[in-house]
């Protein structure tokens, strides 16, 4: 078929057609909506899986109902703690002056006026320009100087002028894992305070599939504050239908084995299904899709896949790094002990302390507990045995 109708789209957060087995999780939002329009609470929501399992898209697709009711939405997402603590920092100001402005926009109040105040400190004292709110900063609130402090302040503000109007602020953090230490800190005592004093104010994030240790770790008292989900693979069901709906909408099907197939090669993992999908819509020359189709479009699928969602991740290893994963790899996809790593380079494990940091920071591995390490994407097991092969 004409690759100019293909319904399918590999690639990190490019909405799909279908989105696929996620109905309870859309529930838990939707849900977390109507209660706040309620005047009534909730907790924030956190996701956590691999990367390709779909919560980024998720996530896209909780700020685009929370922007539809109303809600005030400010986004962060992992890469923007690449440019340092002081730069996240600041987009979190410049996000929380835009979302002011827009309520703004919809009347002013009493209370409103005041949280644009101390939104203008807040901004003002990260160095925030640039972005006017109508309103002068507010002396006295959000400009402690100390970051915690002011951003409890700032969200306090902006949530109880919400709340008059059965409205909500709430932070999409897209790779929590990945923000500095204080960052996370100060969110989670924010929400805290949120939830303790009814202020409508959630964090939605999502995260590798260890985000609710890291969280545990950093305050006590995180477990309390989020509905956890673990986003995984889809199952067969949800997989089929995933490749079928969006074929079906252009009169395209499946034959059966050829479904099977595709299936088979995708492991129920989203990102696979699109590349797969993709690969059977490039390979089949009629509007039903054969089983010779599919062969072809397995081999071409899982090429594409070995040209960029494996290699970008082997491509940002240092030489040290690659062994380290090469050692990896031997144990599958269950992850490896780090003291079995070491025994198999004939290391001490101190010294491969540094080159195990490195690959967390790069998101190509993580820890699921402690002395463990597993990769961040599935199958990536297997692409490493295949090119160091
Ligand atoms: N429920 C779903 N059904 C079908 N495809 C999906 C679904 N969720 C995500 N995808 C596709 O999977 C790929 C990865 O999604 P993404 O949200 O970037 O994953 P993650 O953020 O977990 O790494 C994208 O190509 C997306 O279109
Ligand atoms: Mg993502």
Redesign the pocket.
């Known amino acids: 078929m004409h690759s100019a109708s293909d319904p399918?789209?590999?690639?990190?957060?490019?909405?799909?057609y279908?989105?696929?087995?996620?109905n309870a999780l859309m529930n838990d939002f939707d849900l977390l909506i109507s209660r706040v329009a309620a005047g009534r609470t909730d907790r924030g929501i956190v996701l956590h899986?691999?990367?390709?399992?779909?919560?980024?898209?998720?996530?896209?697709e909780f700020r685009r109902r929370a922007e539809n009711t109303g809600f005030l939405v400010v986004s962060l997402e992992g890469r923007d703690a690449e440019g340092g603590p002081k730069a996240i920092r600041a987009k979190l100001a410049r996000g929380l002056l835009q979302a002011g402005r827009k309520a703004n926009s919809r009347g002013n109040t009493a209370a409103l006026a005041a949280a644009l105040g101390t939104i203008a400190s807040f901004a003002a004292g990260l160095q925030v320009s640039g972005i006017d709110v109508g309103v002068g900063a507010r002396n006295g609130r959000g400009d402690s100087g100390a970051f915690a402090v002011d951003l409890e302040e700032t969200v306090e503000d902006t949530a109880v002028a919400l709340a008059e109007r059965k409205s909500a602020l709430i932070f999409v953090v897209?790779e929590l894992q990945s923000l500095d230490a204080g960052l996370i800190s100060a969110l989670l005592a924010v929400q805290h305070q949120a939830g303790q004093r009814d202020w409508p104010f959630y964090l939605i994030a999502?995260g590798l599939p260890n985000l609710p240790q890291v969280l545990n770790q950093s305050q006590r008292y995180a477990e309390g504050l989020f509905t956890y989900r673990s986003?995984g693979a889809?199952d067969r069901e949800?997989s089929a239908a995933?490749l079928a709906i969006p074929a079906q909408e252009q009169g395209v099907t499946y034959d059966p084995a050829a479904m099977d197939l595709l299936l088979n090669a995708a492991g129920g993992?989203?990102?696979f299904?699109?590349?797969y999908g993709s690969a059977a819509w490039e390979s089949a020359p009629h509007k039903r899709i054969t089983a010779d189709d599919a062969k072809i479009a397995v081999e071409i699928g899982r090429a594409q896949l070995d040209q960029g969602f494996f290699p970008m991740r082997w491509r940002r290893a240092t030489k040290a790094e690659r062994e380290f994963l090469r050692l990896m790899a031997i144990d599958g996809a269950g992850g490896s002990s780090t003291a079995t790593l070491a025994a198999r380079a004939g290391k001490k494990m101190t010294s491969m302390t540094m080159t195990r940091g490195s690959l967390i920071r790069k998101g190509i591995i993580y820890a699921p507990e402690l002395g463990q390490v597993s990769f961040t994407v599935p199958g990536m097991a297997d692409y490493v045995r295949r090119v160091s092969g």
Request: proline letters at 5%; a negative charge; charged letters at 20%.
């Open positions: 399918y789209s590999p690639g990190a957060g490019r909405t799909s279908e989105l696929a087995g996620r899986g691999l990367h390709g399992v779909g919560k980024t898209v998720l996530l896209n897209d999502a986003v889809l949800d995933a993992y989203p990102y299904l699109q590349e």
